[in-house]
């Protein structure tokens, strides 16, 4: 399946890019970032490029401290629709993901970043 999201920003070396946060979980290190509906995210999506960020990245599981880990079937039903629902606002976007399998889920609608905190040390399959 070839990317349907049309990445129009190119990311050159020496340029400094902002990337507007969205969150698709309920308990999110930071409240103001989270959606809770597709529709609400292509709104703030909207708004962040407006005020110039480049990049949209999308998470669908916390990492704050103390948080609690949500299946793989969990976060792509939470970043997947978000994803496809960005289609042709013109930012890149990158999903917060430390799973392979929601990794290549998410390049396939069109995620041309992946977000790993893990540095890939989450799992071995992300590489």
Same mark, same amino acid.
């Given at each position: 399946m070839r990317?349907?999201?049309?990445a129009a920003r190119t990311i050159?070396?020496?340029?400094?890019? $902002?990337?507007?946060?969205?969150?698709?979980t309920p308990d999110s290190f930071y409240?103001?970032?989270?959606? !809770?509906?597709?529709?609400?995210?292509?709104?703030?999506?909207?708004?962040?490029?407006a005020d110039g960020a480049d990049i949209i990245d999308i998470g669908g599981?916390?990492?704050r401290p103390g948080s609690e880990p $949500?299946?793989?079937?969990?976060?792509q039903a939470?970043?997947?629709?978000?994803i496809d629902a960005?289609? !042709?606002?013109g930012a890149i976007v990158s999903v917060d993901t430390w799973r392979a399998d929601t990794a290549r889920g998410a390049v396939s609608r069109g995620a041309v970043m992946i977000n790993?905190?893990?540095?890939l040390r989450g799992d071995p399959e992300m590489a």
């Open positions: 990317p349907v999201l049309e050159a070396a020496g340029k400094t890019l $902002v990337m507007g946060v969205l969150n698709a409240g103001p970032s989270t959606v !809770g509906s597709a529709s609400a995210a292509h709104a703030r999506a909207e708004a962040f490029i599981e916390s990492s $949500v299946t793989a079937d969990e976060e939470r970043v997947y629709p978000i960005l289609r !042709g606002l790993d905190i893990t540095a």
